[in-house]
């Protein structure tokens, strides 16, 4: 007899976040190879939760700076893609 198993369709959307965050991770680290000089990640949660790190100990982006940073590149990232796709997207992009 077979085995009945629940499926979850939370689960698999919980993976496919998952996989693509850390393909934008992997995909900035290899764009940006040597030039890395910080970062800053918001994640959250269904429910709002949310879930910050940043490193600004080096290039010309001090601490005081990451929000504007992130705002900055997010902002032309998500107009971009408004204007190119007019849909919404989660690949990664170079913000400059």
């Known amino acids: 007899m077979a085995e009945l198993h629940e499926i979850d369709p939370g689960r698999a959307r919980i993976e496919q976040i998952k996989k693509e965050l850390r393909t934008a991770v992997e995909k900035a680290i290899t764009d940006m190879g040597d030039e890395i000089a910080g970062f800053g990640l918001t994640v959250w949660s269904m429910g709002g939760r949310c879930f910050t790190a940043y490193d600004a100990r ?29 849909a919404e997207t989660t690949a990664p992009s170079d913000p400059a």
């Open 58 to 86: 080096y290039g010309l982006v001090y601490r005081g700076l990451v929000p504007s940073m992130v705002h900055d590149g997010l902002q032309r990232h998500i107009t971009l893609d408004m204007v190119n796709e007019g």
